[in-house]
């Protein structure tokens, strides 16, 4: 009888110690993350549409009226024109419509009608990159 309880207590006993062990080895080791780290911010289109506006901003000539960066024709300068206006604004800037039209000189409402040709797709990447500008000039 004496001989039972001794391996119960013992059973017991070695339980623990098997318990306390792995309990150790849980805290003592670098727990992997809760979950994956978050998947990076959905950045690359709007990057892609930027890049694709650049291009287009500088295929249709909008430097010849205006400067980005010091880059382009001083006189409009269009560096923090994203923080200043809305996509919708932006379009109507870039069109010569709404409020804009009535804005604009008579040569620049010519030249910009003639934007209203662009696809789509190319308004909106103009549009993006117009978005991208939020810097404002360095020029006093
Ligand atoms: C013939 C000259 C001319 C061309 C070419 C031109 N713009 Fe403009 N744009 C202007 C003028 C003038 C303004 C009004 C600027 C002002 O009042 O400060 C203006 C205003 C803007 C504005 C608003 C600026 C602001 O400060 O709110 C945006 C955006 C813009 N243009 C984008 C474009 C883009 C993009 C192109 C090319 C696709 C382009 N423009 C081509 C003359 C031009």
């Given amino acids: 009888m004496r001989e039972f309880w001794v391996r119960i207590v013992a059973a017991i006993a070695g339980t623990g110690v098997v318990l306390l062990a792995l ?7 670098p727990h992997p993350p809760a979950a994956a780290p978050a998947a990076a911010p959905p950045a ?12 287009f901003y500088a295929a249709e000539g909008c430097a010849m009226c205006h400067a980005i960066a010091g ?22 800037w870039i069109l010569a419509t709404g409020t804009a039209a009535e ?7 010519r030249m ?29």
């Fill in 44 to 55: 690359a289109p709007a990057a892609a549409l930027v890049e694709a506006g650049r291009a």
């Fill in 71 to 92: 880059e382009g024709n001083p006189r409009f300068p269009l560096d923090g024109v994203g923080a200043r206006r809305d996509a919708a604004e932006l379009r109507d």
């Fill in 103 to 109: 804005a604009l000189s008579a040569r620049a409402v």
């Fill in 112 to 140: 910009k009608q003639g934007y209203r040709a662009l696809g789509e797709a190319e308004l909106e990447a103009l549009v993006a990159y117009m978005q991208s500008l939020t810097t404002p000039s360095l020029a006093p």
């Fill in 23 to 29: 309990a150790f080895a849980w805290l003592q080791n």
